[in-house]
């Protein structure tokens, strides 16, 4: 196996990740070779940038293969923000467009509100939900970094395993036996974050 395994597909800044896991002592691999990632240990899949151009790359070089056997395997998955919303069903963003389906649910736009910009840009306070490992020995109400115009709405909300207020909780973090998804960004978001890099390094 090849422990820590980061997906490249082209649609993220993978070497902070890299790096992120790394301070935590934690190496991790950067790969785009499904053989590689059908190998993994533990599978991260981070994402900026449009849902649509992201699941046409990855279904263009075979990566969602791979990556949905792992999740099946019960190999611990870790989604990074737009690695998030391409677990779910459909995203609305530019369009109409199918996801991986993994996760049953939509991926939607946040509604305009007076003085709240779109996308949702900044630091947030996290309010947990049950008992999600990835957050285990993290104070309630820390802070996360950010950026996204879009959320996901789980059809399921007993995978809701952090939400955050923009302006009325939104799913900030999902939780379903051994994948877990944030909408935040780990690898930004200092001490908090690297804190739960190294959960997800070390759940069994």
């Not at 082209?10 to 990740?17: E, K």
């Not at 677990?87 to 305009?112: A, K, M, Y």
């Not at 996901?152 to 955050?164: E, G, N, Q, R, Y």
């Not at 994948?179 to 997800?200: D, I, R």
Request: glycine content about 8%; aromatic content about 10%.
């Amino acid at each position: 196996m090849a422990g820590i395994v980061i997906v490249d597909y082209g649609m993220a800044n993978l070497r902070s990740v890299q790096k992120a896991f790394e301070r935590v002592g934690h190496a991790a691999v950067i790969t785009s070779e499904p053989y590689v990632i059908s190998q993994a240990d533990r599978l991260v899949l981070p994402g900026v940038g449009a849902f649509q151009d992201a699941i046409a790359r990855l279904r263009e070089t075979h990566l969602d293969e791979p990556i949905n056997a792992h999740i099946n395997s019960g190999r611990p998955f870790l989604g990074i923000c737009l690695g998030l919303q391409l677990l779910f069903s459909r995203s609305s963003e530019d369009g109409d467009h199918t996801g991986l389906n993994v996760l049953p649910g939509d991926v939607v736009r946040f509604e305009n509100h007076p003085g709240l910009k779109v996308p949702h840009m900044g630091w947030n306070q996290l309010a947990f939900t049950g008992d999600c490992p990835l957050f285990r020995g993290i104070a309630p109400q820390s802070a996360v970094y950010f950026v996204h115009g879009y959320y996901a709405k789980p059809a399921d909300p007993s995978i809701v395993s952090a939400t955050a207020d923009y302006p009325t909780p939104f799913a900030a973090a999902v939780w379903r036996k051994n994948l877990y998804a944030t909408q935040f960004h780990p690898e930004k978001s200092q001490s908090v974050g690297l804190a739960m890099l190294k959960n997800f390094a070390e759940v069994c």
